[in-house]
């Protein structure tokens, strides 16, 4: 075989079946789904698939009025696509890392943004903190996952977990945040020595303050979820 040949470069580049069941990394910024019934995929997200798949946006009413006014006021992006069938189904977000988790019972939340995919079992609803209204044009949205079953959610390079114990809370930014543990209850503040540094015109600075038991996954890029109103 011929260096960078065509048969070398499809031979490196083929899909290979790994044999890992529903969820595979085909790589690290490309899932693979092995679909035989149906799963919820960020919309958008598909790059490919081959068999019978079935693609239909979220009927926000099979989750109930509340989601349905949540997505109303919020505007904001956690929208999904069922995909129904039996083939095998390629998903991808602008590049970013993916990271398959299986909850076995367990809660966690993820920005509405860094939501890939998650198996129908998993039951989801739309929390927002809308503390500090005055400061976050709109407030801040997440999805609650809670369940039994596979979820893939993404990041800018790798994430790091960092602990949260009594003893020991953490503050974030919200848009370095990709995740935490269903434990958490974050809220919003605000760093006035911050804003008193820039200046009013540069707006405030907005931190999440996680306290408690459990953990907290971050990404080393900020990502604007938001757009904060100036001060």
């Known amino acids: 075989m011929n260096r960078y040949s065509i048969e ?3 031979s490196k580049s083929s899909q290979k079946d790994r044999g890992e069941g529903l969820f595979e990394l085909e790589n690290e910024r490309l899932l693979e789904i092995n679909l035989d019934g149906e799963i919820w995929t ?12 079935k693609f239909t946006r979220e009927n926000i009413l099979e989750k109930g009025m509340g989601v349905m006014f949540k997505k109303f006021v919020s505007g904001e992006g956690t929208s999904l696509t069922k995909a129904e069938g039996t083939g095998v189904l390629y998903l991808a977000d602008t590049g970013k890392k993916i990271t398959i988790l299986h909850l076995d019972g367990e809660s966690i939340f993820v ?5 890939l995919a998650l198996e129908s079992s998993i039951e989801w609803d739309i929390k927002m903190m809308r503390k500090m209204t005055g400061i976050l044009a709109g407030g801040l949205f997440n ?9 893939a959610i993404t990041s800018h390079y790798d994430p790091l977990t960092i602990k949260v114990t009594p003893d020991k809370p953490v503050t974030t930014d919200p848009n370095a945040t990709i995740a935490w543990s269903g434990t958490l209850t974050p809220e919003l503040k ?3 020595s911050l804003k008193t540094f820039f200046g009013r015109g540069s707006g405030e600075s907005v931190q999440m303050f996680f306290e408690g038991d459990g953990f907290v996954v971050v990404q080393p890029y900020e990502e604007i979820y938001f757009q904060q109103t100036s001060g």
């Open 8 to 10: 070398e470069f499809v």
């Open 190 to 192: 605000t760093d006035i």
């Open 111 to 115: 920005n509405g943004n860094d939501l």
């Open 143 to 151: 999805v609650r996952l809670e369940g039994k079953g596979l979820v």
């Open 42 to 53: 960020k919309m958008g997200s598909m790059v490919s698939y081959h068999g019978k798949i």
